[in-house]
């Protein structure tokens, strides 16, 4: 229950300092540590998220935020949807059915932009967050393994006429042919987009021709995507992207997230290459019109 000491309204820009706080305080006992500068910050949520401040709603409790809702439209799965790319608590505040009253306020601004549903991600062993989530209405739907690279393996090159050329325009046309399974929300073409001056494509030509791919964010050393043509896999082609990667990124410790569960033949090229399932995610759904 809100009290007379409480206040509950959208976000705007000014209240970014505030924001990048309450996340800290809300994640400070998270099983994945977050060690954000307020620039970074602003880098994941302003640029990458896209965040939507008059669609993200936060309790204020004697003028510091007490809980939040971080919201990014785009189309998803061929759906208008409103994607959580972040929901916290303060630890003082938990148990106060906070985040249903965030959602009874979002939910009749969504109706009004025609969005079909609500999409998010959390971690599987958050139990406690899964059940807030059903709560709202919200049911599992798919199964994502998050992968890091903790101990880099070289493999050789089989001497195939690939060259790597740096792209400044992705491709979609030739790389959505090269998807074995529906990017997550946030690495979706739409919002690849959107966050292109933090993005690096690559790309391996053969005769001319794009036999593979990859994008990441070579600050952070996070790739949002990667894919070879179906004719070139077990080529080498896939560990010159990820050496190519390597080689560039800041951040030696490469991570990929959201493999889709049934995407064995990317999760068994990325545990080759070096990396490991650091953790699982639930992708959860909510139709805007319950």
């Not at 690559?202 to 021709?209: L, M, R, S, T």
């Not at 995407?263 to 070096?274: C, E, P, Q, S």
Request: with cysteine; proline share 3%; glycine share 6%.
């Amino acid at each position: 229950m809100l009290t007379t000491l409480s206040e509950i309204r959208f976000l705007g820009i000014k209240d970014l300092p505030q924001m990048h706080e309450a996340f800290l305080k809300a994640f400070s006992d998270y099983e994945i540590p977050f060690n954000l500068s307020l620039a970074e910050f602003s880098k994941k949520f302003v640029e990458k998220l896209s965040i939507d401040f008059g669609l993200s709603p936060a309790i204020f409790h004697e003028g510091e935020i007490a809980a939040f809702i971080f919201t990014s439209i785009n189309y998803y799965d061929g759906r208008l949807t409103a994607y959580n790319g972040g929901t916290g608590v303060l630890p003082a505040y938990r148990g106060r059915r906070y985040v249903q009253q965030l959602y009874n306020l979002l939910l009749p601004k969504l109706q009004n932009r025609m969005v079909y549903h609500c999409v998010l991600e959390v971690l599987t062993r958050n139990e406690r967050a899964i059940k807030v989530y059903e709560s709202c209405g919200f049911g599992k739907s798919r199964y994502y393994h998050c992968f890091k690279l903790l101990g880099r393996k070289r493999f050789k090159n089989y001497h195939y006429p690939w060259n790597i050329r740096i792209s400044t325009t992705p491709d979609w046309k030739t790389y959505t042919r090269y998807f074995d399974f529906l990017p997550s929300f946030l690495d979706t073409p739409a919002m690849i987009d959107q966050n292109l001056k933090n993005e690096k494509i690559i790309e391996a030509i053969i005769h001319g021709e794009v036999a593979g791919y990859a994008i990441y964010q070579k600050a952070q050393g996070r790739i949002s995507h990667i894919g070879v043509a179906s004719n070139w896999r077990g080529k080498g082609i896939g560990s010159s992207l990820i050496d190519y990667i390597y080689e560039d990124a800041a951040n030696k410790n490469l991570t990929i997230i959201n493999i889709n569960k049934e995407a064995v033949g990317v999760k068994d090229f990325l545990t080759r290459m070096g990396f490991e399932n650091q953790f699982d995610q639930w992708e959860m759904v909510k139709s805007v019109d319950k």
